[in-house]
Structure formats: C-alpha cells, structure tokens
C-alpha cells in the first residue's frame, strides 16, 4: 500500500480531530448539565442509574432517596442535585427544591437543566423575575438556542400571558 505523503496526513488528522469536536454527547449522558461535564469512561453510578429511571417513570418519591445516597458520596455532582431538585419539585414542593437546584449551579454555573428546572420552580412560586434571571442564563449559555432555553421561555410567556395562572405544575413532565 503506498505511503501517503506528510501534508495529506496532517490533513487527514485534523478533519478527524475537527469531526471528533463537533461530535454530540449522547442524550441524558450528563442529565441535561453542561457539555462533556461528566466522563463517558467512568463507570456509573448504579444508584444515580436507578434514580433517573424512577425519574423517567414518574416515580419521583423513590428517586429522591436514591439520590440522596448519591450526593451524599459525591458532592460535586451537578447532575445528581439537579435531579434530586427536580424530583423534589415534582412531588410538590417547588420550594424545597431552590437551594437543591443552588448547590447543582455552584458546582457548575453553565448547568443549563438546572437554569431551565429552577426557572420552573420560580414561575410555580409565581417568582417572575427570577426565573427570568434563569432565562437569561440560558440565552447566554445556547449559542444557537436550545431545548432548555426554549422550554423555559414558553412556560414563561404561558405565565406572563395568563396574568400568572398557567404554572408549570408538579405533574408535568
């Protein structure tokens, strides 16, 4: 097989290390948080697994405690906090979720499920303001817009449109 030449190399190489760069992390890979935040080559967390799927399944109440597990072990995962606050929030309880939804975001400021998720949680709170504070975290954090941005701004035009009456709810997905 005949060699390429150096310069033909070099070129291979970089549109390689170019694709690999656009490439898009798998959907819930991170629980909606930053790009790459978590890495692929750690094992997970059988617990945080078994957690998500509860979430998925609606099943809220039996998430939490796992999850508690979860950043009681590791404190520095955004993803686990963001979850727990979310599954608190949907079992009712929008406002215990805010310092939970705090700690995902001053573990990772850019934690975009987190802005749009306590975005949520202020407009259930009838807190305008402060989710719009979260909406335009989020608009500067989506270069190009993006699913959470989107979601938050719709719930937030819902409640400025109805005078404050359509909330996100704790039953809404």
């Not at 686990?80 to 949907?90: D, F, G, S, V």
């Not at 989020?138 to 035009?157: G, H, I, M, N, Q």
Request: aromatic share 8%; with cysteine.
């Amino acid at each position: 097989m005949p060699r390429l030449p150096r310069y033909a190399m070099l070129f291979v190489v970089l549109v390689l290390a170019l694709l690999s760069s656009w490439l898009p992390i798998p959907a819930g890979a991170d629980g909606g948080g930053s790009e790459g935040a978590r890495s692929s080559i750690q094992p997970e967390d059988p617990q945080y697994s078994a957690a998500v799927k509860a979430i998925k399944a609606n099943e809220y109440a039996k998430a939490i405690p796992l999850l508690e597990s979860v950043v009681s072990r590791d404190g520095k995962n955004a993803d686990a906090y963001n979850w727990l606050a979310y599954a608190t929030r949907k079992t009712g309880n929008p406002a215990g979720s805010l310092p939970i939804y705090q700690k995902a975001l001053a573990i990772d400021p850019k934690h975009r499920g987190a802005h749009e998720y306590i975005g949520e949680a202020y407009l259930m709170l009838d807190n305008l303001p402060k989710a719009k504070e979260h909406l335009r975290a989020l608009d500067s954090l989506c270069t190009f817009s993006c699913s959470e941005y989107r979601d938050l701004k719709r719930a937030v035009e819902a409640y400025e449109k109805s005078g404050g009456k359509s909330k996100p709810t704790a039953s809404s997905w």
